[in-house]
């Protein structure tokens, strides 16, 4: 089955850097990447998403790059804010179905 | 759109007992999944559906639980008998899969103890 993996477990910036959280997958057929915030003690909630025949994709501050080739997928938060902090998770698609493996969560926290 | 509802949002039983949990998805959405959140394994399928049929169990923990979906709008995840180490928040979330998204879009929870 699919085994995602994702890197930092823990990510601490200073407001206005940058923040990148990096995961890797293992099924080549996956073709769905999707990101998730969850604040404390909330649900997860998608924040941006990636199909296989995409390279990058950007929303405002948060951009998704992919790497078919590696198998590797990449998080970047540009001009961090402290609402910005919480945990992240990075899933990937199994095959063409709609079950979602996720990896095990970075947490992310702005200092001021 | 009210999202995807969730009940109880918290619950406390004690060991033994016969817990109860229950999801109501998005309108239109045809899958929908139950995930278990602790801080060792972090997030884990249970089970997930589509079309009201269950695709894959293969996270269920053990014979204990049970999952049922018994139309478009309903689903009910059951402990029977609860154990403290099923304590968790537990994650209902629908999709609209079929129709060439795979967003997953989960509930509030359900943040069940066990004693």
């Known amino acids: 089955g699919e085994n995602v993996e994702q890197h930092p477990s823990t990510l601490s910036v200073q407001e206005g850097d940058s923040a990148v959280i990096k995961c890797t997958y293992s099924?080549?057929?996956?073709?769905?990447f999707p990101w998730y915030k969850q604040e404390l003690g909330k649900r997860p909630q998608l924040i941006i998403d990636i199909r296989s025949n995409v390279g990058e994709k950007k929303d405002q501050r948060i951009a998704v790059t992919l790497n078919k080739t590696a198998k590797h997928f990449s998080l970047h938060i540009t001009e961090t804010q402290p609402e910005d902090s919480a945990v992240y998770f990075c899933a990937a698609n199994t095959g063409t179905a709609s079950k979602l493996t996720f990896g095990t969560g970075t947490r992310l926290q702005v200092t001021l | 759109d009210a999202g995807v509802i969730q009940s109880p949002r918290h619950e406390v039983t004690e060991m033994g007992q016969e817990v109860t949990l229950r999801c109501k998805p998005i309108s239109g959405h045809n899958s929908l999944f139950w995930y278990r959140q602790t801080m060792m394994r972090g997030l884990e399928l249970l089970i997930y559906f589509n079309n009201n049929v269950p695709i894959d169990d293969s996270g269920m923990p053990e014979d204990r639980f049970s999952a049922k979906m018994p139309n478009a709008s309903f689903s009910t995840l059951k402990i029977q008998p609860s154990e403290p180490r099923d304590s968790a928040v537990y994650f209902c979330a629908s999709s609209p899969f079929g129709t060439g998204t795979y967003e997953q879009y989960f509930g509030p929870g359900t943040r069940l103890t066990v004693t």
């Open positions: 099924d080549s057929a996956s073709n769905y």
